[in-house]
């Protein structure tokens, strides 16, 4: 291991650099992107890039972005971030609160918002690029900055890969990633092995047969079916998965009919489900499918219901070893009071589909972003759950110290890799 994890010489951001990107924060955040839509800010990234002596490729897997900077012979690091916002209205109040628009992809109007925190990683990484590129006396290697879309519907690494983004740049050494989170601003949270839950989304279309409202017997009712249905699904994790194991699974969207005295021909689903093996995910999706047929049959229904996959997460398995080296750098960074061990999360990610498309290890951390001190009256008075947190319309992390915290804990991570000069 090195003997200088002080990251060979790389200084913390300074008070300019924060100054500056605190005003690129402020930006992205009042102007989301929606996922696979982010050509303004791959377009900022790009530019930072450029201005800080990478060679940049753009237009990958659609709006994807890669900065390389090679710098002598040496191991090849992979930084994350990504970059896309959700189809939500935000209610945090802030005076750069998004007050954007558009169309999702399901072709519906939307208000959009950066509801979980991906415009903090990408200024994260911008200001890693550049203290980086400032400092190429103090180490060798090749930095690979990888400005990922469209994280939130899973599209945007498998869209990446599938570009040939494997043959097209060097492989790297180790894959690095880190997430925003609901933990106290400037603590870091680490898991070895699962970090999180494999995601899995679908949609799901119920044929009824439609009639009008005063003649229910000659309908097949849709809305009814998928009532029960929705009741139904949540027996498959109180009654088919073990107490041992652990599941998820939410019916987000329910969608049926036009007016109050007509009774449908269909009705729409959308559900989630987060499960941490791959045998309970197998369960409980083989679970879903079985409820939703058979309450199509037991309510006469004249054809049987579509599938159709929305999105598909792995699991976020970080490298044992890899782990081990990262954390030991943060710990002499920032102490191990500020470094702890948490526990694997339900949220999902599409991180790990790098470290798998090259077969070398990745590792995936989480920086808090609540204000320590509202973090710990919550605490005290037993409302931590109450806080705001990701993909919540009032959830934004307090730029101080977050932003500065997250550029020191991707220096730490990739020193730890980098050769020293």
Same mark, same amino acid.
């Given at each position: 291991?090195?003997?200088?994890?002080?990251?060979?010489?790389?200084?913390?951001?300074?008070?300019?650099?924060?100054?500056?990107?605190?005003?690129?924060?402020?930006?992205?955040?009042?102007?989301?992107?929606?996922?696979?839509?982010?050509?303004?800010?791959?377009?900022?990234?790009?530019?930072?890039?450029?201005?800080?002596?990478?060679?940049?490729?753009?237009?990958?897997?659609?709006?994807?972005?890669?900065?390389?900077?090679?710098?002598?012979?040496?191991?090849?690091?992979?930084?994350?971030?990504?970059?896309?916002?959700?189809?939500?209205?935000?209610?945090?109040?802030?005076?750069?609160?998004?007050?954007?628009?558009?169309t999702?992809?399901?072709?519906q109007?939307?208000?959009?918002?950066?509801?979980?925190?991906?415009?903090?990683?990408?200024?994260?990484?911008?200001?890693?690029?550049?203290?980086?590129?400032?400092?190429?006396?103090?180490?060798?290697?090749?930095?690979?900055?990888?400005?990922?879309?469209?994280?939130?519907?899973?599209?945007?690494a498998?869209a990446?890969?599938?570009?040939?983004?494997?043959?097209?740049?060097?492989?790297?050494?180790?894959?690095?990633?880190?997430?925003?989170?609901?933990?106290?601003?400037?603590?870091?949270?680490?898991?070895?092995?699962?970090?999180?839950?494999?995601?899995?989304?679908?949609?799901?279309?119920?044929?009824?047969?439609?009639?009008?409202?005063?003649?229910?017997?000659?309908?097949?009712?849709?809305?009814?079916?998928?009532?029960?249905?929705?009741?139904?699904?949540?027996?498959?994790?109180?009654?088919?998965?073990?107490?041992?194991?652990?599941?998820?699974?939410?019916?987000?969207?329910?969608?049926?009919?036009?007016?109050?005295n007509?009774?449908?021909?269909?009705?729409?689903?959308?559900?989630?489900?987060?499960?941490?093996?791959?045998? @309970?995910?197998?369960?409980? !999706? #083989?679970a879903?499918?079985?409820?939703l047929? $058979?309450? &199509?049959? /037991?309510?006469?229904? +004249?054809?049987?219901p579509?599938?159709?996959?929305?999105?598909?997460?792995?699991?976020?398995?970080?490298?044992?070893?890899?782990?081990?080296?990262?954390?030991?750098?943060?710990?002499?960074?920032?102490?191990?009071?500020?470094?702890?061990?948490?526990?694997p999360?339900?949220?999902s990610?599409?991180?790990?589909?790098f470290?798998?498309?090259?077969?070398?290890?990745?590792?995936?951390?989480?920086?808090?972003?609540?204000?320590?001190?509202?973090?710990?009256?919550?605490?005290?008075?037993?409302?931590?759950?109450?806080?705001?947190?990701?993909h919540?319309?009032?959830?934004?992390? @307090?730029?101080?110290?977050? !932003? #500065?915290?997250?550029?020191?804990?991707?220096? $730490?991570? &990739?020193? /730890?890799?980098?050769? +020293?000069?």
């Amino acid at each position: 291991m090195q003997k200088d994890p002080a990251l060979h010489g790389l200084p913390d951001p300074s008070p300019a650099l924060l100054a500056e990107l605190v005003g690129v924060y402020r930006d992205l955040h009042a102007n989301p992107e929606l996922s696979m839509q982010e050509k303004r800010t791959a377009g900022i990234a790009a530019t930072w890039l450029r201005r800080c002596g990478y060679d940049v490729t753009e237009g990958i897997g659609g709006t994807g972005v890669v900065g390389l900077l090679r710098n002598g012979d040496g191991p090849t690091v992979l930084m994350r971030a990504d970059m896309d916002a959700l189809p939500i209205k935000e209610s945090t109040g802030l005076d750069y609160a998004s007050d954007r628009t558009g169309t999702d992809r399901f072709g519906q109007a939307t208000s959009i918002a950066h509801a979980c925190g991906h415009d903090m990683h990408v200024v994260w990484l911008m200001g890693a690029t550049q203290i980086l590129a400032d400092n190429r006396s103090a180490w060798r290697g090749t930095v690979m900055a990888v400005f990922q879309p469209g994280e939130e519907t899973g599209q945007g690494a498998r869209a990446m890969i599938e570009d040939g983004m494997v043959k097209r740049f060097p492989k790297p050494d180790v894959c690095l990633g880190q997430h925003v989170m609901p933990l106290p601003a400037g603590e870091i949270g680490w898991r070895a092995g699962t970090m999180l839950s494999a995601g899995d989304s679908w949609e799901v279309t119920l044929f009824g047969r439609g009639a009008h409202g005063s003649m229910p017997q000659k309908s097949v009712d849709p809305v009814v079916m998928a009532a029960a249905a929705v009741m139904r699904l949540q027996t498959v994790v109180s009654r088919e998965v073990a107490m041992t194991d652990s599941a998820v699974v939410t019916v987000g969207t329910m969608q049926a009919g036009t007016n109050e005295n007509i009774i449908p021909d269909r009705a729409l689903l959308r559900l989630n489900v987060r499960t941490f093996k791959d045998e @309970v995910r197998a369960r409980v !999706l #083989g679970a879903i499918k079985r409820v939703l047929e $058979a309450e &199509a049959a /037991a309510s006469g229904a +004249p054809k049987p219901p579509a599938f159709s996959v929305l999105s598909e997460f792995p699991l976020t398995r970080n490298d044992a070893a890899a782990t081990r080296k990262i954390v030991a750098a943060l710990e002499q960074r920032f102490g191990s009071a500020r470094v702890r061990e948490v526990g694997p999360a339900t949220a999902s990610e599409d991180f790990g589909l790098f470290g798998t498309a090259w077969n070398v290890p990745s590792v995936f951390w989480v920086v808090g972003g609540i204000d320590p001190e509202t973090y710990r009256t919550a605490e005290k008075a037993g409302k931590v759950d109450e806080l705001p947190a990701n993909h919540a319309p009032n959830f934004a992390p @307090v730029i101080d110290p977050t !932003l #500065g915290t997250g550029i020191a804990t991707m220096l $730490a991570a &990739a020193g /730890a890799w980098l050769q +020293p000069a």
